[in-house]
């Protein structure tokens, strides 16, 4: 049996962000009803050299909607990652999630030996075909900065667990 691409990638990222979203409205209720600044989660990270939690679901939603976009061979969507708090980011998920549910899986599907360049960054050029960018690269980037969106939540005592992360399935 095989699995398409546009299975292997818009449903996920789809079931993610809506995770995140569930888990970002529990930490603002919770910051509201205890009197904790927002500022106080958003701008929480495990370590001092990580991004913090409004940075990690800005890259989130990043990996989600490029990912989407170059398999479907379309332009990326720039977004200004201007979000300061709690609505700001779920205004940034709603654009996320909107952009990627306007894409069909016909646009996805066959499209595994597609080449795909990245520049991240750097004059180095770093070249994949569709299906092992976004197995080897997109997804785990992507799951990486959901999980650490998730546990910085959970390590600054929001009572959440495997079933949040998860979210529907």
């Not at 979000?83 to 779920?90: C, G, I, N, T």
């Amino acid at each position: 049996m095989t699995i398409s691409l546009y299975a292997a990638s818009v449903p996920v990222f789809k079931q993610m962000l809506n995770s995140v979203s569930d888990v970002l409205k529990k930490t603002d209720e919770y910051a509201t009803a205890k009197g904790i600044a927002p500022e106080a989660y958003l701008q929480a990270r495990l370590f001092p050299d990580m991004f913090p939690l409004l940075r990690q679901v800005q890259v989130a939603c990043d990996f989600s909607r490029g990912v989407s976009a170059r398999l479907a061979g379309l332009e990326v969507p720039k977004f200004d990652d201007s979000e300061k708090s709690f609505a700001d980011l779920q205004a940034l998920i709603s654009k996320t999630l909107a952009f990627i549910d306007g894409i069909a899986a016909e646009q996805i599907d066959g499209q595994e030996a597609r080449e795909i360049v990245l520049r991240p960054g750097t004059p180095k050029e770093k070249k994949f075909n569709g299906q092992a960018y976004l197995l080897s690269f997109g997804l785990p980037q992507f799951f990486f900065h959901v999980t650490t969106t998730y546990a910085i939540l959970r390590h600054n005592g929001i009572e959440i667990g495997k079933r949040d992360y998860m979210g529907a399935y």
